[in-house]
């Protein structure tokens, strides 16, 4: 079982883990999780998209060794430690604009006269991100996750409706070059530091021109949208993929469905079913799956399930492992009903306090974060 990159805006103003966001890390590895999935790490200041998001660089390193030798120590055996790398690109503090959209625009606090962002932005955005790749090893992680998902720049600059005519847009190559500064950087550090890599694709986007679609204002879902990517991510030798679905500022229903909305059989089938397809297209691939959260008991039969289908090697919870860090421990030990399930929230509290840009968590069980939603809701 794996925790999923969920970040709760608690790192210290450089970006280095604070005490509050070691000891969050420390009782999920003591909550028996298998992976301990480390949340989004801004690659540069320009990519952070929350003031308090954690930020790799050579400056804070040993910050990151301390947090890493902290999940170690607090299980025996040890998990397995992924690092999340990302640039927040139109999501960012200070917004990195690879095109401007119809669609996307209204999801974030955009100036209308909002510039887009230039090659040589771009340039640089992709060697801070490729060297923050290449830090992972030395901060102790097991592994690096190059982010391709829920919008953020790399699958931005990868979708079909990518205008951008100079040589980050058009073209499929164009469109990956990008990601190839980072398959680089990974392929590169497993080579020279033994550091093993892969990424969280947001496989379907589901609008005109997302990931997965048949082409600029396609609709469909079409695996050859997709399937390049896959391509030179296993010709560069990655190790894993983990599914995700669409972009939370825009459709939060296909990346999170919740327990009681409408369609929810159909919406998990489609989270699982696109895992099996990715593990149809390379076997190799060690898949972590999604959309289990939402089955709260009934996701260790789901979960067996998939896995005996061959279509998925790793069950991920992301608002789980907020809402009760020990739910890995307690399902294994057959305690399914002691765990504080995820109750879904209908405005997704976990999700709301980040938006705001407050310490987010679950506002549920944690009385720390009802009294931060209850503040956010006051102003």
Not at 37 to 46: D, G, I, K, N, Q
Not at 130 to 143: I, Q, Y
Not at 150 to 177: C, I
Not at 315 to 324: H, V
């Amino acid at each position: 079982m794996s925790t999923l990159p969920m970040e709760a805006n608690d790192s210290e103003p450089d970006g280095s883990p604070s005490e509050k966001t070691v000891e969050r890390y420390r009782r999920l590895s003591a909550g028996g999780w298998g992976v301990v999935y480390v949340e989004a790490l801004a690659s540069c200041e320009r990519g952070r998209c929350r003031p308090r998001q954690l930020m790799l660089s050579k400056s804070n390193l040993d910050s990151f060794k301390k947090l890493s030798d902290a999940i170690r120590a607090a299980s025996d055996p040890p998990p397995f430690i992924i690092y999340q790398i990302n640039h927040g690109g139109r999501y960012s503090l200070r917004p990195l604009i690879a095109y401007r959209s119809e669609i996307l625009d209204p999801t974030w606090d955009m100036p209308a006269d909002a510039a887009t962002a230039s090659a040589a932005d771009l340039d640089d955005a992709a060697e801070a991100t490729a060297e923050a790749v290449k830090l992972c090893a030395a901060a102790g992680a097991d592994a690096a996750d190059l982010k391709c998902c829920h919008g953020y720049l790399a699958a931005e600059l990868f979708r079909p409706s990518n205008s951008r005519t100079d040589k980050y847009g058009g073209s499929l190559e164009n469109r990956l070059r990008f990601m190839d500064a980072l398959i680089r950087a990974g392929a590169e550090s497993a080579r020279e530091d033994g550091l093993i890599f892969g990424s969280r694709i947001s496989i379907q986007e589901r609008f005109p021109g997302g990931i997965g679609s048949s082409g600029p204002d396609g609709t469909m879902f079409d695996f050859s949208g997709v399937a390049p990517l896959l391509q030179k991510l296993k010709a560069a030798g990655a190790a894993f993929v983990c599914e995700t679905m669409g972009v939370p500022y825009y459709n939060p229903a296909a990346t999170r469905p919740q327990a009681g909305q409408p369609g929810l059989e159909a919406a998990l089938a489609a989270h699982h079913g696109l895992a099996g397809w990715v593990k149809s297209f390379n076997p190799g691939f060690a898949v972590i799956g999604a959309g289990y959260t939402p089955l709260r008991g009934g996701c260790v039969v789901r979960a067996a399930k998939n896995i005996i289908a061959g279509d998925v090697d790793i069950i991920g919870f992301g608002r789980q492992s907020f809402a009760d860090p020990e739910t890995a421990a307690k399902l294994l030990s057959g305690d399914a009903a002691l765990v504080k399930w995820c109750a879904a929230c209908k405005k997704n509290n976990c999700s709301t306090l980040l938006r705001a840009k407050a310490p987010a968590g679950c506002a549920v069980h944690d009385p720390a974060f009802r009294a931060e939603l209850k503040k956010l809701k006051e102003k």
